[in-house]
């Protein structure tokens, strides 16, 4: 028994210095986070999603090098006009795209344009052979009946058909939101600060998602 036990312990010993140096033989990843200010939070230290995506990529044995591409009250039109800027010219292997919810909640800018924004966004990444993977966008309030979270789901209907169109891992948070709002009879503060700006509750709940989904298709 003991000699069994002395021999169990050496094959998980030598299959964990095996992992390490797997891990350690893995070449880096440039991934970025390209969007608005649900991304552009990244700076608050209990805040965004974009540090804890990175971390838990980290432990999954990535060694992510993080490219940061948020800029608050962006519209789907500014982030096409920043793209080779911000993005292209780093050449990151993965990009992490969400954007559109300053489209919708304002109406600053209108479906048809959004869609030839999205549109053009994807072919510049198809273009420049990076890997892009697009987030649904999340909720205008945490009343997921109102009208403006209407308007939400007909975008997030268009970006499900595009990506399928074009090959594109599709990440629909907007799903795992809603179905985090059934718990509560009136939810209010759950996910958001505000209806829009997530909590560090919703950028938890984010960032688990795209890591876990990521790591589903990704290999490397």
Known sequence: MKKLIIIISSVLI???????IYRQSRPPIKIAFFGDSITDIRWQKDGGYVI??????NMAGYKVI??????A???TTDMLRRLNYDVIQY??????????????????????????????????????GIKLIIISLTLVTEDVNCPKNKEVDRYNEFLK???AQNDIQYIDVN???????????????????????????????????????FLKEYKK
């Open 14 to 20: 030598f299959a964990g210095i095996a992992y390490f």
């Open 52 to 57: 804890p995506a990175v971390y838990s990529l």
């Open 66 to 71: 993080p490219i940061y591409a948020g800029k």
């Open 73 to 75: 009250g962006n519209t």
């Open 91 to 128: 050449n990151p292997d993965v990009v992490f795209f969400m954007g559109g919810i300053n489209d919708v909640w304002k109406n600053r800018v209108e479906f048809d344009q959004s869609k030839q924004n999205i549109s053009e966004i994807i072919n510049r990444f198809k273009q420049n």
């Open 161 to 163: 058909e595009i990506t």
């Open 175 to 213: 799903k795992v939101f809603k179905e985090e709002l059934k718990k509560y009879d009136n939810p209010y503060g759950v996910l958001t600060t505000d209806g829009i700006h997530l909590n560090k509750y919703g950028n938890k709940i984010l960032a688990q998602t795209l890591v876990k989904e």
